[in-house]
């Protein structure tokens, strides 16, 4: 028997019994080519003995059991450095938390000394008149919020007090307590998760703070950071208008910077701010902003047109290098948004501290993870084999939508008369800078025809319909509300100029088939290929349809996110997918406007356990209770389209009244989606609160019991209840199909909506031979007449499609007739057996 020996070597187990050391060649010789194969076979390791004389004096046995310790010695390494990783991880996170909870604990303490002056004065109402303090107590850690200090000058010394003032004020919310921050809901700190996240509670404007570990140096988080157009989707432009350097190294910098407005009902927002880098005596890096409005005889920034001006209170960044490398962020965003320039019913995004954690605080963290994982593992394709193109194709799709949907002048963009109602505004561009992005596509053979770009917009309220899965109705139905003749006419315009467009549908979608390209760390943000088959838009297409193909972009899927946006982005593009190809984005913007109504109150339980329980998976047992508390949304439409400048009336017709067939679509989806009137359809709201899905659930179990003589659950719980909850719950994947002609589904437990990808809702548009291919839609129709006459079938292991065009393999699948009470066939009942994604 081989025995390791203390330096890691392996002995040679010769026939006199005598252990012999292997020689360093020998070695050398083994580890060449344990590189090249790890786990080689018997024939294999008999051929490297051949093939390598110095290994001739060894067994075949002995060359096993090298590579066998030689593996484990692998493994071990591997492991011991991946613990010594996940150990510095929790090390740097328990420093954060104890820094966190020092922090509170002065918070606390705060409030305790002014909780108890209040009580005193309020029990003593002489000493309150004659104690005029009590105002200075109350307002000792928030006076700074809103400083009243006399206009200073713009010179290097007045601007470095004003930075110095700023890097003070910001450090106190970023570490101490001169902002009450609370806990943001649903979020869960931990060593896996984007960090601590707080909103502020009680102080001028909205605050956000968010404190977490990042893979990167300091200078490069700062760098990444100060980029504020990367990663800040609303950002249009920063501008740094002067740059000063200070004694201590730093840098004062003058910027201008102009924010997106999110709909079409508000103007956009501008800053007119300081920007102040320096280095703290522990090395921590810091980058700390805020508005100027009190200097005077130095640069400002007069009004602009189209845009409010807004505030920001001390914000910034602080980065201190982790031990063992990377970074401990702290991240305060706090500004006054002028909410008064906005219509009343639009307030609560411009109030809520949620909405400003969610859009532009844990945006700058979920960056930074993502550049951290893309440096560290360059071989996981989260973002696919190019992340940085990946990234820049989302960024351009997401700004291309904002510049449309916002229509600014200085870009090009005038707007054109309407039809005598408002609902629907026509935009045009025919600047040169809009096309010339265009005329990249013609550059093979096409004729360059298009010369002005038109847009269409318009926005509209929700009521008590959740965003995320309105989003994912709109992104898994396609056929419901798009026009396939729209979308190959902006298909052809953008590739080889407009076609002429018919009035009416000349053919219809072949199917819809979404190609995953890329996502994000936490599954926030997807990117993906559409491919549109069979789309006809001439009479020539419908004799040989032809594909279309969209980029598209979508977010904001996952309902249990608090304050969220959802959106959906697409443009045409053609099937060489070149980086460069020209954009023109369109789609939907979906914004929870009751957000507002966020827990920035201490008092509120945060019931975390009950919010990580259900996954991002478990859709249609979260779908209404997570949202519960989401009555109104504002959706935002903006479809773009080229065109030649004689078809411009022509093409404004055409894009107003599809975008008002559009609202039709979503305000008849969204009624059908909303709680209130899924409440009263069977099998179409939360399954585990419906007497029909209780019923349904028993006539399942009674008839599989009936057939093939067991029990499909192994519950000892009689209860209807607890049934359909096992049921639910169950592993493999069960769903029922109608017994009508052309049967569609109208039940499936959670590991079938899974299998399919879809939601309760959509479950009733999948037909059954829709997921089957034509090997499975051949076998189940020789079965079916078994089904009804025997009362059950088995069908072996085969592929089956899911709603998204994904194959799904399965061990096997049991087919059966559910009777109802009275006997009578209701469904039929398939039961997927170990099913899996290819």
């Not at 006199?16 to 070695?27: A, F, H, I, M, S």
């Not at 950002?235 to 924010?259: F, K, S």
């Not at 991002?616 to 065109?643: L, P, Q, Y």
Request: charged share 20%; glycine share 6%; hydrophobic share 40%.
């Amino acid at each position: 028997m081989a025995m390791s020996c203390k330096d890691g070597k392996n002995p040679i187990n010769m026939d006199n019994g005598k252990y012999v050391r292997y020689t360093p060649e020998q070695v050398e010789a083994l580890e060449r080519l344990y590189h090249d194969c790890p786990k080689p076979s018997s024939i294999r390791r008999q051929q490297l003995i051949r093939e390598c004389p110095i290994l001739s004096n060894i067994e075949p046995k002995q060359i096993k059991v090298w590579f066998q310790n030689r593996r484990c010695r692998e493994k071990q390494r591997k492991e011991a450095s991946r613990l010594q990783a996940v150990n510095r991880k929790l090390t740097a996170m328990n420093k954060l938390l104890m820094e966190e909870n020092d922090r509170l604990q002065k918070q606390v303490s705060q409030l305790v000394y002014e909780n108890g002056y209040f009580r005193q004065h309020t029990q003593n109402p002489t000493l309150a008149s004659k104690d005029t303090s009590c105002e200075s107590v109350v307002t000792s850690g928030q006076h700074h919020l809103t400083p009243q200090h006399p206009p200073r000058d713009a010179s290097p010394a007045g601007l470095l007090s004003i930075a110095e003032e700023t890097l003070t004020e910001f450090l106190s919310k970023a570490t101490g307590t001169a902002v009450e921050w609370v806990q943001m809901p649903g979020m869960k700190p931990g060593p896996d998760s984007i960090g601590i996240v707080a909103i502020s509670h009680g102080c001028t404007g909205v605050g956000a703070r968010a404190c977490g570990l990042v893979g990167l140096e300091p200078t490069r988080v700062a760098e990444i950071l100060k980029d504020r157009p990367s990663w800040f989707r609303d950002c249009r432009a920063v501008d740094v208008l002067n740059v000063l350097p200070t004694a201590n190294g730093g840098t004062i910098e003058l910027l201008y910077m102009q924010l997106y407005a999110p709909t079409t009902l508000a103007p956009g927002r501008d800053f007119w701010l300081l920007r102040y880098t320096s280095v703290l005596e522990d090395g921590s890096l810091v980058v700390c902003e805020r508005s100027l409005k009190n200097t005077q005889n130095g640069p400002s920034m007069p009004p602009v047109q189209h845009f409010v001006r807004a505030e920001m209170l001390p914000s910034g960044y602080l980065v201190r290098p982790c031990e063992g490398g990377g970074s401990i962020i702290h991240i305060v965003d706090h500004m006054d948004l002028e909410p008064w320039s906005v219509p009343e019913v639009l307030r609560p995004l411009y109030e809520s501290s949620t909405v400003l954690a969610q859009k532009t605080t844990m945006a700058a963290l979920r960056q930074l993870r993502q550049i951290a994982q893309e440096a560290s593992q360059s071989s996981v394709t989260n973002w696919g084999r190019r992340p940085a193109a990946l990234r820049a194709l989302s960024q351009r799709l997401s700004r291309g939508f904002n510049e449309a949907l916002n229509g600014f002048s200085d870009e090009g963009w005038s707007m054109i008369g309407n039809d005598g109602m408002d609902d629907v505004t026509i935009l045009v561009n025919s600047s040169p800078d809009k096309l010339m992005g265009l005329n990249l596509s013609f550059s093979s053979g096409f004729p360059a025809v298009s010369s002005a770009v038109l847009c269409a917009k318009a926005s509209m309220l929700l009521q008590n319909v959740p965003p995320a899965i309105l989003l994912r109705f709109l992104r898994e139905h396609r056929s419901e509300w798009a026009d396939n003749n729209i979308d190959a006419y902006a298909a052809a315009a953008v590739k080889v100029g407009p076609c002429s467009l018919q009035g009416s549908r000349i053919g219809n979608f072949g199917g819809q088939v979404i190609l995953p390209l890329a996502h994000t760390i936490e599954h926030e943000e997807f990117l993906e290929v559409i491919k549109l088959e069979g789309v006809c838009h001439s009479p020539e297409d419908a004799i040989m349809p032809r594909d279309v193909f969209l980029l598209q972009l979508c977010c904001g899927m996952d309902e249990n996110a608090v304050g969220t946006c959802a959106e959906l982005i697409f443009a045409p593009i053609d099937a060489t997918f070149a980086d460069d190809a020209p954009l023109l984005p369109s789609g939907f913007r979906i914004i929870p406007l009751d957000s507002g109504k966020e827990a920035s109150s201490p008092n509120r339980t945060l019931d975390l356990a009950s919010a990580l329980e259900v996954g991002a998976g478990n859709r249609a047992s979260s779908d209404f209770s997570a949202n519960s508390g989401c009555t109104r949304s504002v959706m935002t439409i903006a479809f773009e389209f080229a065109f030649e400048s004689h078809m411009q009336e022509h093409v404004a017709s055409m894009a107003r009244q599809y975008i008002r067939s559009i609202i039709s679509s979503v305000q008849r989806v969204a009624l059908a989606l909303s709680p209130s009137h899924l409440g009263s359809q069977a099998g179409l709201r939360s399954p585990l609160g419906t007497p029909e899905a209780q019923t349904l659930a028993r006539w399942i179990c009674q008839s599989y019991r009936n057939y093939l003589g067991v029990e499909l659950l192994k519950s000892s719980s009689e209860g209807i209840e607890s049934i359909l909850k096992t049921l639910w719950h169950h592993s493999d994947a069960i769903m029922c199909c109608s017994l009508k002609a052309l049967p569609v589904f109208t039940f499936a437990n959670q590991a079938g909506l899974d299998m399919l990808e879809t939601t309760l809702v959509a479950l009733q548009d999948i037909t059954l031979e829709k997921i089957f291919d034509d090997h499975g839609r051949k076998t189940l129709c020789s079965e079916f007449p078994q089904i009804m006459q025997q009362g059950f079938t088995c069908l072996q292991g085969g592929i089956c499609l899911s709603s998204m065009g994904r194959p799904v393999s399965y061990e096997r699948a049991v087919a059966w007739k559910v009777l109802n009470d009275e006997e009578n066939a209701h469904c039929i009942c398939f039961m997927f057996i170990n099913w899996s994604f290819v």
